[in-house]
């Protein structure tokens, strides 16, 4: 996993559930690839170089990841990089990932001006013993490349372990 997925999974009440924030903040473009490949945001990718710090001060850790291009032909390459700071019962995050131009297919003809893809992702929660209180914040532009297209996500999640055997959680994305 990218460490951008790995921060959102962190704030996430229903990952890989049909309540899963992923749903909104991937920006998923598989159209524009033929391949099977994912082409958005939040993805797990192959070929890649990782690394992850042990924590640091009892309470921070970092996570670089490059996938870098492959082959003469290929115009992919990706970067994604976290750092989070969890101690006691608080956590915030801070993360960033860039797409290259050809990351979602799209290389553009010559002259054609393309941008690589951004993201930007702010976590923060509280768990205490019986509750927790988790939230995202995301900023994406150049979408697939195209300058003119970006976007906004956040969300808000909350749960509550009402007896030891049932936890009543909701959010919204």
Same mark, same amino acid.
């Given at each position: 996993?990218?460490?951008?997925?790995?921060?959102?999974?962190?704030?996430?009440?229903?990952?890989?559930?049909?309540?899963?924030?992923? !749903?909104?903040?991937?920006?998923?473009?598989?159209?524009?690839?033929?391949?099977?490949?994912?082409?958005?945001?939040?993805?797990?990718?192959?070929?890649?170089?990782?690394? +992850? *710090?042990?924590?640091?001060?009892?309470?921070?850790?970092?996570?670089?990841?490059?996938?870098?291009?492959? @082959?003469?032909?290929?115009?992919?390459?990706?970067? &994604?990089?976290?750092?989070?700071?969890?101690? !006691?019962?608080?956590?915030?995050?801070?993360?960033?990932?860039?797409?290259? +131009? @050809?990351?979602?297919? =799209?290389?553009?003809?010559?002259?054609?001006?393309?941008?690589? /893809? !951004?993201?930007?992702?702010?976590?923060?929660? =509280?768990?205490?013993?019986?509750?927790?209180?988790? @939230?995202?914040?995301?900023?994406? /532009?150049?979408? @697939?490349?195209? +300058?003119?297209?970006?976007?906004?996500? =956040?969300?808000?999640?909350? &749960?509550?372990?009402? *007896?030891?055997?049932?936890?009543? +959680?909701?959010?919204?994305?």
């Amino acid at each position: 996993d990218t460490p951008i997925k790995s921060l959102g999974r962190s704030v996430d009440f229903f990952g890989d559930r049909i309540g899963d924030g992923r !749903n909104v903040t991937r920006f998923d473009i598989n159209y524009m690839d033929d391949s099977d490949r994912p082409m958005g945001f939040d993805e797990r990718v192959t070929d890649m170089i990782m690394y +992850k *710090t042990p924590k640091l001060a009892e309470s921070v850790v970092v996570a670089l990841q490059y996938m870098p291009e492959e @082959g003469k032909d290929s115009y992919m390459s990706l970067f &994604s990089g976290s750092a989070v700071y969890d101690k !006691n019962a608080f956590m915030v995050g801070v993360g960033y990932e860039m797409h290259d +131009k @050809g990351y979602f297919g =799209y290389t553009g003809a010559e002259g054609d001006e393309t941008d690589s /893809s !951004n993201i930007f992702h702010a976590v923060a929660g =509280y768990t205490a013993e019986k509750f927790a209180v988790k @939230g995202l914040f995301q900023t994406v /532009s150049n979408i @697939g490349g195209d +300058k003119d297209i970006s976007g906004t996500a =956040y969300g808000l999640g909350a &749960s509550f372990m009402a *007896t030891p055997a049932f936890e009543l +959680k909701g959010q919204y994305y």
